[in-house]
């Protein structure tokens, strides 16, 4: 069996006396698209900056590629977060070429990638605008840009479709899958349940903090005797009982 790209073990997490993730472990493996699910306050955005190294785990395992996350291994990791973090004074083909940058690519490889990218997102007409001035849909597709630039190993996208029509939509989607088809591990996190059905491998559902659900897809379904992902999610945030997490 494959090693995983991501391997996370009885992960816990506490901020002062709050405990906010509670024995957590997953594995995501290079080519696949991994659904991060859960209700706002679940975990998922601390899960993620734990993996980064952003906040120090509590105890347990988080690697990427058999490691701990550094800064140093940063081309490893392609992040949209749902906090956008664009600057918004700079110029759209700058502020890419800045990313590229960064990620270790070439001046010239990153003004190349960009150029080829605003011109499929059909935004090559504003390399030269400034951030500030694009839509809300215009600057998410330029972050999607940065993220993808460089063919990171792991594909990491939060809400990644809010706030875009069904046109751009879809042209991020096909975006996504074809970072999968190169080898990405693609972890996608969204409270859209389409999007779980038509793009996810395995999932991972979490409530409180701990672990609701996992597995491929399928296995989820027949565990839950349901059809649809929205209709399970919806079934574990609305259960009283005690809390098992299904691994």
């Known amino acids: 069996m494959k090693t ?53 785990p509590t105890s347990g395992d988080l690697l990427i590629d058999g490691k701990p996350f550094s800064s140093e291994r940063g081309y490893l990791i392609g992040y949209l977060p749902e906090e956008r973090g664009l600057y918004t004074r700079s110029k759209v083909l700058d502020t890419m070429i800045y990313f590229g940058e960064l990620k270790g690519m070439t001046r010239a490889e990153a003004r190349e990638f960009s150029l080829k990218f605003l011109e499929r997102v059909d935004l090559a007409d504003k390399a030269d605008t400034k951030i500030k001035k694009l839509s809300g849909g215009q600057q998410q597709k330029i972050q999607l840009g940065v993220a993808v630039m460089g063919d990171p190993k792991v594909l990491i996208l939060d809400e990644p479709t809010k706030g875009l029509d069904p046109v751009n939509r879809k042209l991020l989607l096909d975006i996504v899958d074809e970072q999968q088809e190169k080898g990405a591990a693609v972890i996608y996190i969204t409270h859209l349940m389409e999007e779980v059905e038509r793009l996810a491998d395995r999932l991972l559902i979490l409530k409180d903090g701990k672990a609701r ?22 079934t574990i945030y609305n259960e009283k009982s005690a809390e098992v997490a299904r691994v």
Do not use: C
């Not at 957590?24 to 998922?44: R, T």
């Not at 659900?213 to 919806?234: D, L, P, R």
């Open 4 to 56: 995983p790209i991501i391997s996370v073990k009885d992960f816990h997490l506490s901020i002062g006396s709050k405990k906010i993730v509670d024995s957590l472990s997953f594995d995501v493996h290079s080519g696949e698209v991994f659904a991060f699910l859960g209700a706002n306050g679940s975990g998922k955005t601390s899960t993620i900056r734990s993996l980064l190294r952003i906040y120090e």
């Open 213 to 234: 659900a996992y597995g491929t897809v399928k296995a989820v379904k027949q565990e839950f005797k349901s059809k649809s992902i929205e209709e399970i999610f919806v």
